[in-house]
């Protein structure tokens, strides 16, 4: 999590709090990763009578699953109609089918649990600006029909403000997921599952049986590993570092002057604009999300992203108080659909990733799907999200250049010159050579330095500073990391060398 933005979605959650794993485990079932992804399986097999044990590095929901917008839809921007080119209707069809079933599993699941999560039902619509735009989600709209979707298109209406046309889904859904997480598992808890936080796991080695050993030097062995990590830990033979793109959005919740219609809002252009409504004890709070970029590649000034989203909560609302800021980091699929199931054909390592903006559907989706096929074998739109589809030959493009574009910034990494220390100021980072070699320095506010070795533990692409976060991101595969070289997400095992911390001024006596 960030160190200096806290989502609204943490902030309003009382969490329940999970003790450190101690000692060495034997289980049938580990499950790497306590949000929406890991507490679902683990709540689906405990509720099939197995008692699987979930780990996980932070807090729960301390990952993407409390940075989201809290939207459940089956509308993922403009689909479908790829889709159907890409792999026909039937493909299309069960896509879709599978995007509902896990909407309609969160709306059980809180009714059966008598979950206090603000859960509402909506319309979701993605709306065009431009006139260039409007053709492409008329042909959305007719796929959408022909799949069974409940679709309404309509031109020219009054919110947003300019918009051409817009597409609705009835039938979906909001709500607050960091409160629906924590109930899942505690039910899931009271049914078996036993749950470790402040435990991360650093190395995976497959075999009979697979051991996974954690930062603490506790061990576990394990029948089925389940990473729901957003990155897979455990590779096998797919290359994910090829296969996912990292990307980084960022949120803003605000307590509006004016009302604006209910629902759920998405454009269709760049920059994204993710608009929704969410009730707390009776006031209308206004959710925007969107400035997409992939991770380590944005702006120099990452703080202009909050400011274009608080610019826009302006234009459409007004803003009376800003309830909360927040960013999040997601990976990207070539073909745009996630990753779910089996590493490798036979094996009992399971991934879920690549779930590309759309991670409390594909993460509810993905805690069903594995825990089918721990306790039975198989299931249901398991060749769907199959590693094994030709997602390089159906989208080419993206694939080159996801392939390509890493490589192009760690040979950028390596000729870029860097700056030196002088007038560094409070809470800025910037790439400087210390001591014959590129570093990172960070300046605190309490006039501490850190210099960090910013060659990326995972590839040794060189770190990019990220000014809205306060932290070092790689813009190869988006590892990310505190100011104090501490590892925050993505493919890196390791955190960075720390080469200097002390006093700024103890510092630019010594040079």
Known sequence: MSQIHLSYWNKTAIKDQYQPLKEDLEVDTLIIGGGITGVTCAYCLARKGMEPVLIESGELCEGTTGNTTGKLTVQHEIIYNNIVKKYGWDFAKSYADSQNSAINFIRQAVKKESVDCQFADNTAYVYAILESEVETLEKEYETAVKLGIDAKLKLKPPFPEGCRSILGYSHQAVFHPVRYVNALAKAAAADGAKLYCGTKAVKVEDGDRIT?????????????????????????????????????????????????????????????????????????????????????????????????????????????????????????????????????????????????????????????????????????????????????????????????????????SKLER??????????????????????????????????????????????????????????????????????????????????????????????
């Open 212 to 412: 996974v050993y954690c930062e603490n030097k506790c061990r576990i062995k394990a029948k089925h590993l389940v990473m729901a990590t957003q990155y897979p830990i455990f590779d096998g033979p797919n290359l994910f570092f090829a296969r996912l793109f990292a990307k980084r959005t960022y949120g803003i919740a605000v307590q509006a002057k004016r009302d604006w219609p209910d629902g759920s809002y998405i454009n269709m252009d760049d920059p994204s604009r993710s608009v929704r409504t969410h009730v707390e004890s009776g006031k209308r709070i206004l959710i925007v999300v969107g400035e997409g970029h992939a991770t380590g590649r944005g702006e120099e000034d990452m703080e202009q992203h909050f400011e274009r989203l608080m610019q826009f909560a302006e234009e459409i609302a007004g803003i009376e108080t800003v309830l909360g800021k927040w960013s999040a980091q997601d990976y990207e699929t070539p073909d745009q659909i996630p990753y779910i199931g089996r590493i490798s054909d036979h094996s009992n390592v399971f991934v879920a990733s690549g779930f590309g903006k759309w991670g409390l559907t594909n993460g509810t989706l993905a805690g069903n799907m594995i825990a089918d096929l721990i306790t039975d074998g198989s299931c249901q739109y398991e060749q769907v999200y199959s590693r094994k589809r030709a997602d390089y030959l159906t989208s080419p493009g993206k694939a080159i250049t996801g392939v390509f574009t890493p490589v192009g910034e760690l040979i950028k």
């Open 418 to 511: 860097p700056e030196n220390i002088d007038q560094l100021k409070l809470g800025e980072g910037r790439v400087i050579r210390y001591q014959g070699q590129k570093a990172g320095i960070y300046r605190d506010v309490d006039n501490t330095v850190t210099i960090l070795d910013i060659s990326c533990t995972h590839m040794s692409t060189e770190l990019n500073f990220n000014s809205a976060e306060k932290t070092w991101d790689c813009p190869a595969h988006g590892g990310r990391f505190r100011t104090d070289g501490t590892l925050l997400e993505g493919p890196p095992k390791h955190s960075l060398k720390v080469l200097f911390h002390g006093n700024y001024s103890d510092l630019t006596a010594e040079n």
